[in-house]
């Protein structure tokens, strides 16, 4: 069956550092735009970053020039490079994948997660001291 896995959330510390993959299992990833969304206890879902096939890529403002998004078509992985993490960050992060948005579509999505062609689990992060 056809799905994505993500891993690496945890707990840091406030500026400390963490990746997120997200591993596609039983498609290729190579043609669906991929991306993450974040959701925080009693907030609503927001989009974080995604990246498109041809590899544009696309963040929120409150997270433009400390995250970084990329792709490895080979390992079928999107990952998402979390630096100088701050309180405000923590969420459970989910990855998901559609192969009719564009990157910026994707991003600021409202539809819900059915609506994706695939979603993943989430990987919850938590930053605190």
């Known amino acids: 069956q056809a799905h994505l896995v993500e891993s690496g959330g945890g707990l840091v510390q406030p500026g400390g550092s963490l990746r997120l993959s997200c591993a596609a299992s039983?498609?290729?990833?190579?043609?669906?735009?991929v991306g993450w969304f974040r959701q925080a206890p009693g907030k609503e879902r927001e989009g974080v970053s995604s990246?498109?096939?041809?590899?544009?890529?696309y963040y929120a403002d409150s997270v433009k020039g400390r995250f970084t998004i990329s792709r490895d078509n080979a390992k079928n992985t999107v990952y998402l490079q979390m630096n100088s993490l701050k309180p405000e960050d923590t969420a459970v992060y989910y990855c998901?994948?559609?192969?009719?948005?564009?990157?910026?579509?994707?991003?600021?999505?409202?539809?819900?997660?059915?609506?994706?062609?695939?979603w993943g689990q989430g990987t919850e992060v938590t930053v605190s001291s």
């Open positions: 998901a994948a559609d192969v009719s948005l564009s990157g910026l579509a994707f991003l600021v999505s409202r539809a819900p997660t059915r609506e994706f062609d695939y």
């Open positions: 039983g498609f290729s990833l190579d043609y669906f735009t």
């Open positions: 990246v498109s096939s041809d590899s544009n890529t």
